[in-house]
């Protein structure tokens, strides 16, 4: 049925006659409007419309690109050698098509999670019906994102179908402009970039809204449960059943189906990826305990199915490996598909009963099947796992090497070093082949965390050798205590919370949001996770995980026993750590920033989100870590921080994505603002010095972080701390003073109190500041004055008197 306008219809005399009412397009908006909700001037923005914010944010904030090829081959034309800046057949010049390259990515993440946050809305509405309120939580602001971008304040999972409808008609809009013979600037592509991280954000928040109000999932809860993650949390001598993915809407039948026939003890259900953290919310609201444990990240799926411990394999959608299906095929383990975004070439047997494809399954007639409808899945995942334990227990399964085939397994190596050319972090696997060859197998030991199980030095290596699975055969005991813990998704951070803690974020005495997100293609292994959110938990700052971030903290133990999860409370307050959920709840993260716009500082937020992001640029200090960012989705995440004005740093494979946003510190006209209260320029310190940039080390990425949380709002208290913990990260993983830091003195009580004589003596020495040395007082010198009550903004429509 079309889609019913507002209107009148009347209807008389009838009869046994059913109406369903479906959509009614704009009704939500009329709602605001009869409700005097003030919507701003961008509700449900096209490309256009925010344009000007853009290009605002893009004069700071330069593109850089760096292209992995030189040439074109997006049509018959090409294939197109664009070096040099040569034009194209079609015209289009290389920075043009990098920032096109780029768009493509960033587009292709937010489908991912908009076709996500479609499919999962449609599955709750038929379940629970359009009307079902939305719950979150504690809050009044329920929809930041959904409310800032399309001026709707969605209150039934019905309400969120119009938002959907907005993003996909974006994401059309924006995909028709990867054609050939569409746009030309790079600073256009620039812009519908940053449009759809800004879409990304909203179809992530509608997935995550729909899930948390209709699956138990837990609400703002500070104290939602402690899960096990690891792969030694897995007890391999039950049947195993394993999820792989991001949707958990049929995984929660399965769910069902364990706990109505009471097989929760008598197997194991254990997830990797986000399904996995969404396995592990489900009905956990009341303090119900998680059903299901967490495997890891994506770097485990492969190590998990060559361990040959799963009995059954369900995926569902995103960040799944291309080859699960051959690779359990070759350990007798079947593979079901629930999606229609991967059905890998298996029978859909949706319609058939569960006994007919247990039967076909286990007999091996087929390797797998495609089900899409979940009351069947429900019942053959789990009934299919038991079967399958026992035939894979008598067949004798063998996954892996054994130590003697270890040995001549080594042997066989050539010393070629096609493996390491191959391997994305040149992982020294020649030198764990040669100690093979002596038995001595802890070289390949040493590999295990840093490697993130891709295949490929398998696929390289010319004598065949299967270089992963002697990897993680000699890994065995590591892997026996891989046991740790992970704090469930919490969801949102909630209104009560914001109202407490936002004068401190926006003063700069929380120094800052460190927001820990995205995949696990990390450069050093998992450790550095957990390095870096200690060292700024111990600094007060808020940190913020999500998705394969949010599992790999919990894998490490302090010498006390104790994961980061256990050590640091989880409310939203300074040094305290937060895992808000999946991918999908990243949104919540962007969120709380406009949260604090809304709450905090009473911004309007419907349909303003220029405003709200200006105010966002200029006043909350926050940064995004993707350190281990492999996915496109990590690509558009990170692009809808940036339209708000948040950087992100990415790890060093992060360069692949070919383009960085950096200001240039030293042109000094980049690095003024309005005073909204006269309209008058005003300088601002060069942070966030970047929107987003790749960063080598974490020693580099440390002192980063705490730089790039400063902000022109910071008052002298909170500067002073912010600056301080800069200068101190910096001496203690650089081993020096950063050499920009008198650049954010604005007077003397900004400066560390410890050091404040020193660094005056310096600032009057380095830089020929003028002090007062009787009352220790900056006289001249800095370029930048201590206002409280100043209203930093770069937009001029904001100022007094302008509008
Ligand atoms: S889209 Fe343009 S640049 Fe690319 S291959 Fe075609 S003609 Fe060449
Ligand atoms: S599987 Fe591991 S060791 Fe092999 S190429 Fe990939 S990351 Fe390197
Ligand atoms: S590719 Fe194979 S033969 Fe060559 S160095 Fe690596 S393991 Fe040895």
Known sequence: MSDIPTGHISIEELENVQITIGKIVGAVEKKAKEEGVEVGPTPKPGISALREWDYKLLARYHPVYTPVCDQCCYCTFGKCDLGGNKEGACGINMEAHQARETLLRVITGAAAHAGHGRHILHHLIHLYGRDKLIDVGPSNLLAPNTQAVTGINPETLGDLEEVMDYVEEQLTQLLATIHAGQEGAAIDFESKILHGGMLDHVGMEVSDLAQISCLG??????????????????DSSKPVLVVIGHNVAGVTNIMDYIHEHDLGDKMELAGLCCTAIDMTRYQTDQGQKPQAKIIGTLAKELKMIRSGVPDVIVVDEQCVRADVLDEAKKLSIPVITTNEKIMYGLRNRSKDSAADIIEDLSTFKEPGALILDFDVLGEVAPELAIKMSKIREEMGIKALPSEEELQELSAKCVQCGACEMDCPDNLPIMAAMKAGVDKDFSKFEYLHDKCIACGRCDQACPKDIPILNMIEKSSQKLIREEKGLMRAGRGQI????????????????????????????????????????????????????????????????????????????????????????????????????IKVAAIFAQRKVSGNYEEIAD?????????????????????????????????????????????????????????????????????????????????????????????????????????????THYMELSQKYLGHMPEDW??????????????????????????????????????????????????????????????
């Not at 999932?217 to 897995?234: F, N, Q, R, Y």
């Not at 750590?577 to 991918?583: D, H």
């Not at 604005?746 to 400066?751: K, Q, S, W």
């Not at 206002?787 to 930093?792: E, F, L, M, N, T």
Request: overall charge neutral; hydrophobic content about 35%.
């Open 217 to 234: 999932m837990p609400k703002s809860d500070p104290e939602a449960p402690l899960v096990e993650i690891g792969m030694g949390c897995i």
């Open 494 to 593: 909630s209104d009560p919370e914001i109202r407490e803690e936002g004068v401190n974020l926006v003063m700069g005495t929380t120094p800052g949001i460190i927001a820990m997100v995205g995949c696990s293609n990390y450069p050093n292994g998992t450790k550095d996770l957990y390095l870096v959110a200690d060292e700024m938990l111990k600094r007060n700052y808020i940190v913020v995980m999500s998705g394969c971030s949010a599992m790999d903290l919990g894998m490490y133990k302090n010498e006390d026993g104790q994961t980061l999860y256990e050590k640091y409370p989880s409310k939203f307050l300074a040094g305290n750590l937060i895992n808000v959920g999946s991918c999908v709840s990243n949104s919540h993260i962007t969120g709380t920033a």
């Open 742 to 803: 008198y650049k954010f003195v604005r007077m003397e009580t900004d400066l560390p109190l410890a050091k404040r004589e020193e660094l005056l003596k310096i600032l009057e020495k380095d830089h020929g500041w003028e002090i007062d040395w009787k009352r220790k007082k900056i006289l001249s010198g800095p370029t930048m004055k201590s206002d409280v009550s100043a209203q930093p903004t770069n937009v001029k429509r904001l100022c007094k008197g302008e509008c």
């Open 615 to 723: 105010y966002i640029t200029n006043r909350i200090g926050a940064v995004g870590v993707a350190w281990g960012a492999y996915s496109q989705k990590a690509a558009s995440i990170a692009s809808g921080c940036n339209r708000l004005g948040i950087p992100v740093v990415v790890g060093p494979h992060g360069s692949k994505y070919r383009r960085a946003l950096i200001g240039k510190p030293y042109q000094e006209e980049d690095w003024k603002v309005y005073d909204a209260r006269d309209g008058s320029e005003m300088p601002i310190p060069a942070s966030p010095e970047f929107l987003l940039t790749t960063a080598e080390s974490i020693e580099e990425l440390l002192p980063m972080l705490a730089k790039n949380c400063i902000r022109p709002s910071d008052n002298n208290m909170g500067r002073m701390i912010k600056l």
